[in-house]
């Protein structure tokens, strides 16, 4: 006997009672609907709409695929990021909402009116390098990554933005010469044996782990990055909610002047950076 057909209204309760999150299930449902992610007012106003038993199969795979913790955006095969609508999936990590606090901070460094060189480290999707290539134009944007299925990633969205982004292959600063004006870098900064990683599972681990304490890779990056940043050019990081005081204590060890931190949405410092100081 056939499962009876249901509605878009019993879906989504259905959902939220095997816990999925509102948002999460409605995201989902259009997707297995063919609908746009923000026609999420139209869901509401054809609750009593009955999925087709191919709609059905497409939802119900999807909502699987939630509950074991794969990210709502490889599902939905996108994710917008400060504005623009990115291609993402299992190659590259799912950005977050958080790291728009290291663009804006990028942005402010940045006039409009002149040429700047700027450097993305470890781009993955390219949502970064993206995201201020599209707010400063005239900037000539680098971006690095070790994986060259995530540059096919970063590549792919480029060419479908339409921005003209300096795509490398390789480790951190080997693909590249400087000197840059602003370098910027979300990279791996968990620790080797973190809890956390466990939600994480789906996401690729190389851009996620960095050593016993989670810092190998911005260490590196901070006592590299001096010899690829003009006098006066930023260097500015994301990292892990409890790392900044370690992180501005290295960037102080390096040289770099006015160490300072940003605090993300929820009020945590997430991001700090500094200045390669300028020639007296």
């Known amino acids: 006997?056939?499962?009876?057909?249901?509605?878009?209204?019993?879906?989504?309760?259905?959902?939220?009672?095997?816990?999925?999150?509102?948002?999460?299930?409605?995201?989902?449902?259009?997707h297995a609907l063919g609908r746009d992610a923000h026609d999420r007012a139209w869901l509401i106003a054809h609750d009593g709409q009955v999925l087709t038993p191919a709609q059905s199969a497409h939802w119900a795979a999807l909502v699987q695929h939630r509950l074991d913790g794969q990210p709502v955006a490889y599902l939905l095969g996108e994710r917008e990021f400060f504005g623009l609508r990115l291609q993402v999936d299992a190659r590259v990590l799912d950005p977050r909402p958080d790291t728009e606090t290291l663009v804006e901070w990028a942005l402010s460094h940045l006039p409009t009116d002149a040429a700047t060189r700027v450097l993305d480290l470890g781009t993955g999707s390219g949502a970064i390098a993206l995201a201020v290539q599209h707010a400063r134009p005239r900037a000539e944007v680098w971006a690095v990554d070790a994986s060259a299925e995530a540059l096919?990633?970063?590549?792919?969205?480029?060419?479908?933005?339409?921005?003209?982004?300096?795509?490398?292959?390789?480790?951190?600063?080997?693909?590249?010469?400087?000197?840059?004006?602003?370098?910027?870098?979300?990279?791996?900064?968990?620790?080797?044996?973190?809890?956390h990683l466990v939600a994480l599972r789906h996401e690729p681990r190389g851009a996620l782990v960095a050593g016993h304490d989670g810092l190998d890779d911005i260490r590196h990056i901070v006592q590299a990055a001096p010899t690829h940043l003009r006098a006066g050019g930023w260097l500015l990081l994301e990292h892990g909610h409890d790392q900044a005081e370690a992180v501005r204590a290295l960037l102080a060890e390096a040289g770099?002047?006015?160490?300072?931190?940003?605090?993300?949405?929820?009020?945590?410092?997430?991001?700090?950076?500094?200045q390669w100081p300028t020639v007296e």
């Open 152 to 195: 096919a990633v970063a590549r792919a969205n480029a060419q479908r933005l339409g921005l003209p982004l300096q795509l490398r292959h390789g480790h951190w600063f080997a693909p590249v010469e400087g000197p840059f004006d602003l370098i910027v870098s979300n990279p791996p900064y968990i620790a080797e044996g973190d809890p």
């Open 256 to 274: 770099l002047v006015q160490v300072q931190s940003r605090a993300d949405l929820a009020g945590i410092a997430r991001c700090s950076g500094g």
């Open 1 to 30: 006997m056939s499962e009876p057909a249901l509605t878009l209204d019993q879906a989504l309760r259905d959902a939220q009672q095997r816990g999925l999150d509102r948002l999460d299930a409605q995201l989902l449902l259009l």
